[in-house]
């Protein structure tokens, strides 16, 4: 089991699959991706059904023009600067 980002991911030959598949579909149906492997190349990838229809619905909004994705990941926010005391002397301040 491997983690890319905040999905977890098992990695599985083709021959395991076979032989386990329940336990595979199981971990799919938990939310977990499967990346299916034949010789040490990825294949196939098996995911949830919702992250299945997501999927197919962002699609169709890019298809569409209602969506706009240009691939990877959108750009991060800037972070928020504040002014003033920070919260935690406030805090202490306060229970004085």
Known sequence: MWQQGDVAM????????KSNLRY?????????????????????????????ETRSRLASMVREGAANWEGGKP?????????G???SSIVIEERR
Not at 75 to 83: G, H, K, N, Q, V
């Open 24 to 52: 595979y579909l199981s971990l799919a149906g938990k939310g977990q991706q499967v990346v299916v492997t034949n010789r040490g190349r990825d294949v196939a990838l098996i995911i949830p059904v919702e992250e299945a």
């Open 75 to 83: 750009p991060a926010a800037r972070p928020l600067t504040a002014r």
């Open 10 to 17: 098992a990695r599985v030959g083709v021959r395991e699959l």
């Open 85 to 87: 005391k920070p919260a």
